[in-house]
């Protein structure tokens, strides 16, 4: 008995602070006779997709599968029971790729199963005589460095896109420069970035990326450069080639890409109750469900409905400032009252809850209990290098800064 596997994949990339890559087999349960487990290799690689030839479809699962391929249904419990310590199986997602080993009796009986859940680990459970034993693998991951450079014409997602850069990298040049570059509303028209990062590849393959290892970003003629300190394989974060942290106490903005449609204002029309009022914070307009985050670490004094306001979320940073946003559509993940926050964490998604005509963020900013503007305020910076590494640092950043493709390839670009 005879069994075959048709494959179809279907990949696609979907835009927003992140990609994603996804694949669908169309599987006929016919059992091969030959084995189909990934061989090692030593000089010539194999694909992942050679490797792990087959994926899981939707509404599929393992016991399904595995029932197709006439295995008992006691042995797919231990085939599961086995994997528990590594990954759950009875919840394993459409996509996942995994390769199927067979015997080769007169009646083939399943010796091994293979997944793949990343470009970097895999799953391999095997039958030794009558017992299922399931050992982990992680792929060994070679690291180059590539460069990517733009001039902003339209947007920076726009400049991105056409050096052919994974729209990831660029919201992390965003969380580099976060401190220095409100990117809602100071990109400007020829502003140009360039950077070097590590790009990661298993097998041969690209396997997705590693740190950006030095940026820089000019708008509107202001110059930063952003260089990555690592100390025994931990990256102490991003600084200035002074050694200065590009970290300020608060970050610009709380949303990553957006627009101020409203200031800071004593008096202002108020859209729906047709009064002037003051407009005690910044709006920036933004698409529902736009990450918000907080601007700075803290401790949540308040998450609930606050009338006018919607959804709120306040924080208190330390005894002299506090921040708050509005007209959330729903909150971070465990952010309640009490909760304690880092900088960068999205505490709420953006909406247009209570008194609000479309959606959007309205942004407060207190400094010993009053409301002040937090557009064009500046924060002190956060620590620099240690002394006692600077040296250290300092030797590091030609070599960083050698990394970055020339501003002429980019004026040639």
């Given at each position: 008995m005879n069994k075959r596997f048709t494959v179809f994949t279907v990949s696609f990339i979907a835009l927003f602070f992140i990609g994603f890559f996804a694949s669908q087999k169309i599987f006929e349960s016919v059992k091969p006779v030959a084995s189909t487990a990934p061989q090692e290799v030593s000089e010539t690689y194999i694909s992942m997709e050679e490797a792990f030839p087959y994926d899981f479809p939707k509404n599929s699962t393992l016991y399904n599968v595995l029932k197709a391929q006439d295995v008992t249904g006691s042995e797919i419990q231990?085939?599961?029971?086995?994997?528990?310590?590594?990954?759950?199986?009875?919840?394993?997602?459409?996509?996942?790729?995994?390769?199927?080993?067979?015997?080769?009796?007169?009646?083939?009986?399943?010796?091994?199963?293979?997944?793949?859940?990343?470009?970097?680990?895999s799953l391999v459970v095997k039958k030794l005589e009558s017992t299922w034993v399931a050992e982990q693998?992680?792929?060994?991951?070679?690291?180059?460095?590539?460069?990517?450079?733009?001039?902003?014409?339209?947007?920076?997602?726009?400049?991105?896109?056409?050096?052919?850069?994974?729209?990831?990298?660029?919201?992390?040049?965003?969380?580099?420069?976060?401190w220095q570059v409100d990117f809602a509303r100071e990109v400007r028209v020829g502003d140009r970035w360039r950077l070097s990062v590590e790009q990661k590849f298993v097998r041969g393959q690209p396997a997705g990326w590693g740190s950006i290892?030095?940026?820089?970003?000019?708008?509107?003629?202001?110059s930063f450069v952003g260089i990555l300190f690592r100390v025994d394989g931990e990256d102490l974060g991003y600084f200035a080639p002074d050694g200065s942290s590009l970290k300020r106490m608060f970050?610009?903005?709380?949303?990553?890409?957006?627009?101020?449609?409203?200031?800071?204002?004593?008096?202002?029309?108020?859209?729906?109750?047709?009064?002037?009022r003051p407009h005690m914070g910044v709006d920036y307009a933004a698409p529902t469900g736009t990450p918000v985050k907080a601007v700075g670490d803290g401790r949540v004094v308040f998450s609930g409905w606050s009338?006018?306001?919607?959804?709120?979320?306040k924080i208190r940073h330390n005894s002299i400032y506090e921040t708050a946003y509005k007209h959330l559509s729903r909150y971070g993940k465990n952010i309640r009252k009490g909760t304690?926050?880092?900088q960068g964490q999205v505490i709420g998604y953006v909406g247009s809850t209570g008194l609000s005509t479309a959606p959007h963020l309205h942004f407060e900013f207190f400094q010993a209990g009053r409301f002040v503007d937090p557009v064009g305020k500046k924060f002190p910076s956060a620590d620099p290098v240690p002394p006692n590494l600077m040296s250290n640092f300092s030797g590091n950043v030609p070599y960083k800064m050698s990394l970055l493709p020339s501003w002429e390839s980019i004026i040639k670009y």
């Open positions: 231990q085939i599961v029971a086995a994997a528990k310590p590594f990954y759950d199986l009875a919840k394993i997602r459409p996509g996942i790729r995994y390769s199927l080993e067979f015997d080769e009796s007169p009646d083939p009986q399943l010796k091994s199963i293979s997944f793949r859940f990343s470009g970097l680990e693998k992680i792929e060994k991951v070679e690291l180059k460095t590539a460069t990517f450079f733009g001039t902003v014409e339209t947007s920076l997602w726009e400049s991105a896109s056409k050096a052919n850069m994974d729209g990831l990298l660029i919201a992390e040049l965003a969380e580099i420069f976060a290892l030095s940026a820089e970003y000019e708008n509107a003629g202001q970050l610009k903005s709380p949303i990553s890409f957006g627009r101020i449609t409203s200031g800071f204002s004593r008096k202002r029309f108020h859209p729906i109750l047709k009064v002037n009338g006018g306001g919607g959804n709120v979320v304690m926050v880092k």
